[in-house]
């Protein structure tokens, strides 16, 4: 590579890092405004530890492109915690450094690595919770009033909110939700559509006089050293709620690391991200500001804006900070009812869309474990309803594999058959492979053989063999999915050997058949190889 080329390369690749710094920025604005008037910390906190977490963590963190701030299920356990400390800033900062120190030395050990073998349905009935909690809990504030502690006091009270209700923060927040979820996509790709509602209603709101609740008082001052409880006893007491937020800062950084490395086909070190997000989220408590972790909605829109590194990472502060100086006393005058109309589309965008589309068609013990967690989201705790959905996962797993468990005769693999296989790739030179998947494809092995598809080089033909009978559970179809869409994007054509009547109709319902094409799935592997070399002949 010339000179010339190395320093376009470069230009473009800081070019992408500055688009994707802006767009993140414009996206994490009014969400770090509502996440920390949500929380009970103020929307100051809440656009400091933006700013704060993001820059720190960018800094320190992996090469790859992370933007860090407060999310929806780290600002749902924070307001829970603050209302069990009676709004008690010292002691809320007391829990969120001892959770940062734990984040930190979770870094030091193996647990980033187990984030994977975290079941799907599990992490999806809690998206689900979480997502649902936000719109329940935004329905006070969307009417005029002050948001309730839980979901079951909102549900208990609504008919008594809306008998009272501010029929002008109900018309600006009708307004809000409107521009949220109508504005066209293409608009929303070049203006995110929750800065324009927040602009436009701000400023509506202003032109007609309405009286409603405002955020009224926002500081623009770089904030100043608050310091925790220092005595063993609060930091003992602290200690569950410090534990519950440590998990959630970790789980959903480790799940933003995962997707990040799908997006840009990369491979970052998952003790280094966890690290740096509890070395912010120090610096964040000690400040006063609100923490969070690597978030997922604003680290994909860094990304389609052609982020590549963690450059983008500090642009995006280094904008929040002049957004902040600049607009301090727009900001100021921000109806609560707005804001409330912006939490709730993000709460809908939290809620897995995805799974629900393939519902009817997913294995009973993936809906218990899904229902269970969601459940108890939603009504009770969040971590208990991860710990009790990875259990009954394991619980559900295990009596499928003592089921199924039974002597059987079986002949040995056709040896014939390996010899061609290996014929097969030396004499194409590697152009057409084969791979078996033995044994049950299930959420503890689908992630783990995700990895060994990440590079196929020089191979145009892919014949995936699985041979068993076990139905694929929704982990195991996604997975599947991934493998699909990362081979093809190395333009590898992918051949289907399934011999299960079930397993093939289940691939069909999930349209993992189609997306391969029909014509590239086969009975038998002989079949199999016959299709790829006519192909190549063909070529």
């Not at 647990?111 to 689900?128: A, D, E, Q, R, T």
């Not at 002050?146 to 609504?158: D, G, H, L, Q």
């Not at 490395?261 to 991200?273: E, G, I, Q, Y």
């Not at 094409?517 to 009975?523: A, I, S, T, W």
Request: hydrophobic share 50%.
């Amino acid at each position: 590579m010339t000179l010339a080329e190395t320093l376009q390369n470069k230009i473009k690749i800081l070019t992408g890092d500055i688009f994707g710094g802006i767009n993140s920025a414009i996206i994490t604005l009014p969400q770090a405004l509502a996440f920390g008037v949500a929380t009970g910390f103020g929307a100051g906190a809440g656009i400091w530890g933006a700013i704060i977490l993001c820059f720190v963590a960018g800094m320190l963190g992996p090469r790859i492109p992370i933007i860090s701030g407060t999310t929806g299920p780290v600002a749902i356990v924070v307001a829970s915690m603050m209302l069990a400390l009676n709004n008690n800033i010292q002691a809320a900062v007391t829990v969120l450094l001892t959770a940062a120190l734990l984040q930190l030395l979770a870094s030091l050990t193996n647990l980033p690595n187990m984030v994977k073998y975290v079941p799907y349905p599990v992490i999806s009935g809690f998206m689900n919770g979480v997502g649902i909690i936000i719109i329940i809990l935004q329905l006070n504030p969307l009417i005029g009033h002050k948001a309730m502690p839980s979901t079951i006091a909102t549900i208990t009270n609504i008919n008594e909110s809306i008998h009272s209700l501010n029929h002008s923060a109900l018309f600006i927040g009708l307004i809000t939700l409107a521009i949220v979820f109508l504005t066209p996509k293409v608009i929303n790709k070049i203006v995110p559509s929750q800065i324009i509602a927040l602009i436009f209603c701000t400023w509506l709101s202003l032109k007609l006089g309405l009286n409603v609740e405002k955020i009224n008082e926002i500081s623009v001052s770089f904030p100043t050293l608050v310091a925790p409880y220092f005595d063993l006893s609060h930091v003992i007491e602290y200690l569950p709620y410090a534990f519950t937020i440590a998990i959630v800062f970790s789980a959903e950084s480790m799940l933003t690391g995962l997707v990040t490395d799908s997006l840009t086909k990369t491979r970052h070190n998952p003790k280094l991200l966890l690290a740096a997000q509890g070395i912010g989220n120090m610096i964040c408590s000690l400040t006063g500001s609100l923490g969070g972790t690597a978030a997922t909605m604003r680290t994909v829109a860094a990304i389609n804006a052609g982020a590549t590194t963690k450059i983008c990472a500090i642009i995006n502060p280094l904008l929040l900070i002049v957004l902040l100086f600049k607009c301090s006393n727009f900001v100021a005058e921000i109806p609560l009812a707005v804001l409330a109309g912006i939490l709730i589309k993000i709460g809908y965008d939290i809620i897995d869309v995805k799974l629900l589309k393939v519902l009817k068609y997913a294995p009973k013990d993936d809906l218990y474990v899904l229902f269970l967690v969601f459940l108890l989201t939603v009504f009770y705790n969040l971590i208990f309803a991860v710990g009790a959905g990875i259990t009954l996962s394991a619980l559900l797993y295990a009596k499928r594999v003592a089921d199924k468990a039974k002597l059987v005769h079986k002949s040995v693999y056709d040896k014939d058959i390996m010899d061609m296989e290996k014929h097969l790739e030396e004499d194409y030179k590697h152009k057409i492979r084969v791979v078996h998947i033995s044994g049950q494809f299930f959420f503890g092995s689908a992630t783990q053989l995700i990895s060994k598809f990440e590079d196929m080089l020089g191979t145009q033909y892919l014949i995936l063999n699985y041979e068993a009978d076990d139905l694929l559970d929704i982990s195991a179809i996604f997975a599947l999915e991934d493998i699909i869409l990362r081979l093809q994007s190395q333009e590898v054509e992918i051949i289907l050997v399934i011999k299960s009547e079930n397993v093939l109709k289940q691939l069909q319902d999930h349209k993992i058949v189609a997306q391969i094409g029909e014509k590239q799935v086969f009975f038998t592997e002989l079949m199999a190889i016959d299709y790829a070399k006519d192909q190549l002949k063909n070529l």
